[in-house]
Nanobody, 126 residues
Framework: QLQLVESGGGLVQPGGSLRLSCAGS????????IAWFRQAPGKGREGVSC????????NSANSVKGRFTISRDNAKNTVFLQMNNLGPEDTAVYYC???????????????????WGQGTQVTVSS
């Protein structure tokens, strides 16, 4: 069974940092383009960052550029999202997604991805 498992969410104060992890279970992530999406209450699912299969290319939403960094460790079958200088507007459920296709640059639209994790909650509040 192919699964993506997110972890690392939690409650953090404004200006703080979190690192999310997305682990693959049942398949090898290095063959997949991986993206992070988020969904805030009452809003649609928004693409945050994505990374190519070998990690040589990334793409990020303007709202997180300079604050969030996506990376991958294919040896650990894991993709990371380092989030710095978090603000209340970053509060959302964060999902990782995977697709076997090779893109350049990788897309941030949800329709491009076939596999999804269950999400991890990130809450930024004082």
């Amino acid at each position: 069974q192919l699964q993506l498992v997110e972890s690392g969410g939690g409650l953090v104060q404004p200006g703080g940092s979190l690192r999310l992890s997305c682990a693959g279970s049942g398949f090898t992530l290095e063959y997949y383009t991986i993206a992070w999406f988020r969904q805030a209450p009452g809003k649609g699912r928004e693409g945050v960052s994505c990374i190519s299969r070998r990690g040589s290319s990334t793409n990020s939403a303007n709202s997180v550029k300079g604050r969030f960094t996506i990376s991958r460790d294919n040896a650990k079958n894991t993709v990371f999202l380092q989030m710095n200088n978090l603000g209340p507007e970053d509060t959302a459920v964060y999902y990782c997604a995977a697709d076997i296709a090779h893109y350049r640059p990788c897309p941030l639209n949800r329709t491009a991805y076939d596999y999804w994790g269950q999400g991890t909650q990130v809450t930024v509040s004082s």
